[in-house]
């Protein structure tokens, strides 16, 4: 039997918070609204927990995904910021999963070494530079497995873009089954948030 060590929690903080939308990165699938299909990962078994989580970096939507036509995605802050709270749903998983949701991210079949004990010490580590998703972060620890989460290794305030309303979506279809949002504070969340277009978050929480 596999050693509760073995396994990490992947916090998510984007679309990865909706459950369904995350196991198309373990299982393989197409999300829906998305483009692309993902292949999963070698080992397809369900996380062994997850849960509600509050990371302390500011979120953002930046770039242009075209798996998400064009819209900008999330990612937060490198910084660390105690007076952000970004609301995630992390997932207890091993190791090797966690590698290969990193490898799904960054669109690479490339072999990426991720040294989590190091990573873990130093609170973060760049696995692939000049990739979206490329920098770890180590947020903690629940129940003696360490926490790690992935952004850009720089705040991307150049490139900051509004995302689509599909995207949008499944990241609200996350935050209500995992922190039971209701829509007045869906919207508070959202408005503080770059990237957000007002009109487009009211659009999309209104037609919930």
């Known amino acids: 039997m596999e050693k509760v060590n073995s396994h990490i929690w992947y916090a998510s ?93 960054n669109s690479t079949n490339e072999y990426i070494d991720i040294d989590f004990n190091k990573t873990q010490k130093d609170k973060s580590s760049v696995v692939r530079k000049n990739s979206w998703y490329g920098k770890l972060l180590y947020l903690g620890e629940e129940d003696n497995a360490p926490i790690f989460t992935f952004t850009n290794e720089k705040f991307l305030l150049n490139d900051i873009n509004s995302p689509d309303p599909h995207y949008l979506q499944t990241i609200i279809k996350g935050l209500i089954d995992t922190h039971q949002l209701n829509k007045s504070q869906l919207k508070a969340y959202f408005y503080s948030k770059k990237g957000i277009d007002k009109s487009k978050i009211d659009e999309v929480i209104n037609h919930l």
């Not at 699938?29 to 989580?53: E, I």
Request: hydrophobic content about 30%.
């Open 13 to 105: 903080y984007g679309s990865n918070i909706s459950t369904e939308r995350f196991m198309c990165y373990i299982q393989g699938g197409k999300p829906d609204g998305a483009t692309r299909t993902y292949q999963g990962c070698k080992d397809q078994s369900k996380p062994k927990d997850q849960r509600p989580f509050i990371i302390p970096h500011e979120l953002y939507f930046a770039k242009s995904a075209g798996v998400w036509n064009g819209g900008g995605v999330c990612f937060i802050n490198p910084e660390k910021n105690q007076m952000a709270e970004t609301l995630g749903n992390m997932y207890l998983i091993t190791r090797q999963q966690f590698l290969e949701v990193v490898q799904q991210e």
